[in-house]
């Protein structure tokens, strides 16, 4: 099993920059592909960026250019450093460790609110 703990998050004006980090333990993290997932007010939560154990990356569209997913295994750990923030980022961030159907773990999120 898997906990995850995510960090950072917090009130920031448009155009700022936040680093979320997600603190992993009890299992062996370095096999887990590690998503960062985000829910808006009203909104479906959707994945945000993504490293595979393989450390490829991929994002959604709105973020490209401006979010980096990145990942230490020897500190069981996973950040989302988050440049050019626009209102519309306001969600809830979650951590995602994955390996198959039935290893698939949540952290409790962290509130990003971009606001002037």
């Known amino acids: 099993q898997v906990q995850l703990v995510e960090s950072g998050g917090g009130l920031v004006q448009p155009g700022g920059s936040l680093r979320l980090s997600c603190a992993a333990s009890?299992?062996?993290?370095?096999?887990?592909?590690m998503g960062w997932y985000r829910q808006a007010p009203g909104k479906q939560r959707e994945l945000v960026a993504v490293i595979t154990s393989g450390d490829n990356t991929g994002y959604v569209d709105s973020v490209k250019g401006r979010f980096t997913i990145s990942r230490d295994n020897a500190k069981n750990q996973v950040d989302l450093q988050m440049n050019s923030l626009k209102p519309e980022d306001t969600a809830v961030y979650y951590c995602n460790a994955r390996r198959t159907a039935a290893l698939d773990y949540w952290g409790k999120g962290t509130l990003v609110t971009v606001s002037s």
């Open positions: 009890g299992s062996i993290f370095r096999i887990y592909n």
